[in-house]
């Protein structure tokens, strides 16, 4: 199952924003043990680059986009997914932007907390909890490991 990580799932982890980061560093795990393909869209790097170096330093920020490119495959951004940003029913270009890189990447569907943001999407949007019972149902995968 591929899966893009929209950027506040990311934050949430990186950040440790209780009271979701425990739900999203379980997904992470699900990546960290293949049980999951997981996806960031380019911009997510970008973004997280710029807040982490703001909140906790250029060294740190380093450190955790380092380990994110570990962990991650990177959904391009082009010109193709641009487009269809651009000329989407999308409210927000970012958001836009991040849903067809996952699109053009040939992903399976997105984890966010923000769904309100992805009413237009025809791939499905799992919350974190969504997310983590389909794993549970589908794996031997257990939270917390």
Not at 65 to 85: H, P, Q
Not at 95 to 119: I, Q, W
Request: charged fraction near 20%; proline fraction near 2%.
């Amino acid at each position: 199952m591929k899966i893009v990580f929209d950027t506040n799932i990311v934050l949430d982890v990186l950040l440790e924003r209780e009271p979701f980061a425990s739900l999203s560093i379980n997904l992470f795990n699900a990546v960290e043990q293949q049980v999951i393909q997981g996806y960031l869209c380019a911009t997510t790097i970008t973004t997280i680059d710029y807040l982490l170096s703001k909140s906790l330093g250029k060294v740190s920020a380093k450190l955790a986009i380092n380990r994110l490119l570990d962990l991650f495959a990177i959904a391009e951004v082009n010109d193709v997914t641009l487009k269809a940003a651009i000329n989407s029913n999308f409210s927000d270009f970012e958001d836009a932007v991040l849903y067809h890189s996952g699109v053009y990447a040939s992903v399976d569907g997105f984890v966010t907390r923000n769904s309100k943001d992805f009413k237009t999407a025809s791939l499905p949007i799992y919350s974190p909890t969504e997310l983590l019972s389909i794993i549970q149902q589908v794996s031997q995968f257990e939270e917390g490991e």
